[in-house]
């Protein structure tokens, strides 16, 4: 079983560093959050550069590249930094529905943090000395308010391209 957890942890890692489109269209979804737009707001919206209408934080800078269905997926970058580090539960994509007139912001789960919370029961069950993984889950859930946090921030920088405001 432990292998089987780190060969999808080090699966998803391959897919977020290859940026595979599947991989961010797929996983339960934690965060939705949808941004109404007028037709020719629609039509002008570029979403080129939006790390830097981010605020600086103290985390690793959030990533973004478009893919190939015309969305634009982003995660935590993996350069090298003096940054803060969370474990990366989310992993987003901002879609275009012109059909809807509206811009949605998602973020999906990882696979290997909800097999691995899903499997935390039976470990400790069939393995009592096991006890301080029950911690996991904490630790998945705070870095989920500070990506949720960051991620709303990608809600406000793509409401401004939107508006067509200058960023803050």
């Known amino acids: 079983m432990a292998i089987a957890l780190i060969a999808l942890m080090l ?5 977020l560093f290859a940026w595979a489109p599947l991989f961010f269209r797929t996983g339960i979804m934690l965060f939705n959050q949808r941004i109404a737009a007028a ?3 629609l039509k002008r919206l570029s979403l080129g550069g ?3 209408d981010l605020p600086t934080e103290r985390w690793a800078r959030l990533a973004f590249r478009a893919l190939p269905d015309g969305s634009v997926a982003f ?3 993996f350069v090298p930094g003096f940054g803060g580090r969370y474990f990366p539960l989310l992993h987003g994509q901002i879609v275009v529905d012109t059909r809807r007139r509206e811009v949605r912001v998602l973020g999906r ?3 290997f943090a909800t097999v691995l919370t899903v499997l935390l029961v039976p470990i400790v069950l ?13 630790l998945f859930y705070i ?12 809600v406000e ?3 401004a391209r939107v508006r067509n405001d200058p960023p803050r």
């Open 11 to 15: 699966i998803e890692l391959l897919l």
């Open 39 to 41: 037709p020719d707001d």
């Open 50 to 52: 939006l790390e830097y």
């Open 75 to 77: 995660r935590e970058s």
């Open 109 to 111: 789960c990882s696979w």
């Open 126 to 138: 069939l393995r009592p000395v096991a006890w301080p993984m029950l911690a996991v889950p904490l």
């Open 143 to 154: 870095g989920y308010r500070i990506q949720r946090r960051r991620y709303a921030n990608v």
């Open 157 to 159: 920088a793509v409401g």
